[in-house]
Nanobody, 120 residues
């Protein structure tokens, strides 16, 4: 089994910054894509940013130029640096990883989510 643990969420004022982390542990041979998603109340879960094993990144238009996704393969960890935060960034943020297990099977795993609230 694989466990994902997120950290770094909280309350921040508009214009502020937060850094989210998501670390994976367990039956991991390698990890393909890693990503961050978010879900605001009454809305569908949406992709915020993703990064491939080779380091290529993809961002939602709403966060381009403000958020940066990165990964540390040695630590099985993905990060999301969030700058110039806006109230509309308020949501529960989830990480997702596409994991290859030691028996070479591939699964998607999700973290439990961390709340980010942007408010004055």
């Amino acid at each position: 089994q694989v466990q994902l643990v997120e950290s770094g969420g909280g309350l921040v004022q508009p214009g502020g910054s937060l850094r989210l982390s998501c670390a994976a542990s367990g039956n991991i041979f390698s990890i393909n894509d890693m990503g961050w998603y978010r879900q605001a109340p009454g809305k569908q879960r949406e992709l915020v940013a993703a990064i491939t094993s080779g380091g290529s990144t993809n961002y939602a238009d709403s966060v381009k130029g403000r958020f940066i996704i990165s990964r540390d393969n040695a630590k099985n960890t993905v990060y999301l640096q969030m700058n110039s935060l806006k109230p509309e960034d308020t949501a529960v943020y989830y990480c997702k990883m596409n994991v290859v297990t030691y028996v070479r099977r591939t699964f998607d795993f999700w973290g439990p989510g961390t709340q980010v609230t942007v408010s004055s």
